[in-house]
Protein backbone atom coordinates (compact mmCIF):
# COMPACT_ATOMS: atom_id res chain seq x y z
CA UNK A 1 0.00 0.00 0.00
CA UNK A 2 1.30 3.49 -1.14
CA UNK A 3 2.08 6.09 1.94
CA UNK A 4 -0.53 8.52 2.62
CA UNK A 5 0.79 12.16 3.39
CA UNK A 6 -0.16 13.32 7.13
CA UNK A 7 -1.50 16.42 7.76
CA UNK A 8 -1.02 18.13 10.84
CA UNK A 9 -3.99 20.01 12.35
CA UNK A 10 -2.49 23.67 13.48
CA UNK A 11 -4.35 22.52 17.02
CA UNK A 12 -2.33 19.17 16.75
CA UNK A 13 0.79 20.80 15.93
CA UNK A 14 0.19 22.98 19.40
CA UNK A 15 -0.64 20.41 21.76
CA UNK A 16 2.41 18.50 20.80
CA UNK A 17 5.00 20.98 21.11
CA UNK A 18 3.22 21.48 24.48
CA UNK A 19 3.71 18.02 25.34
CA UNK A 20 7.14 18.37 24.31
CA UNK A 21 7.51 21.13 26.08
CA UNK A 22 6.18 20.29 29.61
CA UNK A 23 8.18 17.58 29.51
CA UNK A 24 11.54 19.54 29.05
CA UNK A 25 10.65 21.72 31.54
CA UNK A 26 9.91 18.84 34.00
CA UNK A 27 12.63 16.60 33.79
CA UNK A 28 15.13 19.58 33.08
CA UNK A 29 16.38 17.83 29.99
CA UNK A 30 15.67 17.47 26.41
CA UNK A 31 15.90 13.37 26.43
CA UNK A 32 12.53 12.36 26.99
CA UNK A 33 11.63 14.73 24.74
CA UNK A 34 12.78 13.53 21.94
CA UNK A 35 12.56 10.14 22.82
CA UNK A 36 8.93 11.19 23.05
CA UNK A 37 8.99 12.76 19.79
CA UNK A 38 10.10 9.94 17.65
CA UNK A 39 7.66 7.48 18.49
CA UNK A 40 5.23 10.10 17.77
CA UNK A 41 7.08 10.37 14.41
CA UNK A 42 7.32 6.56 14.13
CA UNK A 43 3.48 6.37 15.09
CA UNK A 44 2.82 8.99 11.99
CA UNK A 45 5.25 6.71 9.45
CA UNK A 46 3.08 3.55 10.55
CA UNK A 47 -0.42 5.28 10.23
CA UNK A 48 0.51 6.75 6.68
CA UNK A 49 1.32 2.92 5.48
CA UNK A 50 -1.76 1.44 7.37
CA UNK A 51 -4.16 3.93 7.74
CA UNK A 52 -6.81 1.68 8.84
CA UNK A 53 -4.31 0.77 12.43
CA UNK A 54 -5.75 1.92 15.85
CA UNK A 55 -9.64 1.93 17.45
CA UNK A 56 -12.29 3.33 15.64
CA UNK A 57 -14.52 5.95 17.37
CA UNK A 58 -18.05 6.24 17.23
CA UNK A 59 -18.74 8.69 14.98
CA UNK A 60 -16.66 5.52 12.52
CA UNK A 61 -14.58 7.91 10.79
CA UNK A 62 -11.97 9.07 12.68
CA UNK A 63 -9.42 6.31 14.12
CA UNK A 64 -7.66 6.61 17.30
CA UNK A 65 -3.52 5.30 17.79
CA UNK A 66 -2.30 5.59 21.15
CA UNK A 67 1.51 6.45 21.79
CA UNK A 68 2.54 6.03 25.73
CA UNK A 69 -0.21 8.02 27.57
CA UNK A 70 -1.64 10.32 24.38
CA UNK A 71 -3.79 9.57 21.61
CA UNK A 72 -3.32 10.64 18.31
CA UNK A 73 -6.44 11.26 16.34
CA UNK A 74 -6.73 11.13 12.60
CA UNK A 75 -9.45 11.49 9.80
CA UNK A 76 -8.57 9.77 6.54
CA UNK A 77 -9.78 12.53 3.73
CA UNK A 78 -9.78 11.19 0.29
CA UNK A 79 -7.41 13.21 -2.15
CA UNK A 80 -8.61 15.09 -5.42
Keep these: MAKRKIIWTKSAKLKRNEILKYWIN ?16 EAINLLSEHPK ?3 TTNDGETRINIV ?7 NLVKEN
Excluded: A, E, V, W
Excluded at 68 to 74: G, P, Q
Design 53 to 55: IGR
Design 26 to 41: RTKSKTYSKKLNKLFS
Design 68 to 74: RDYLIFM
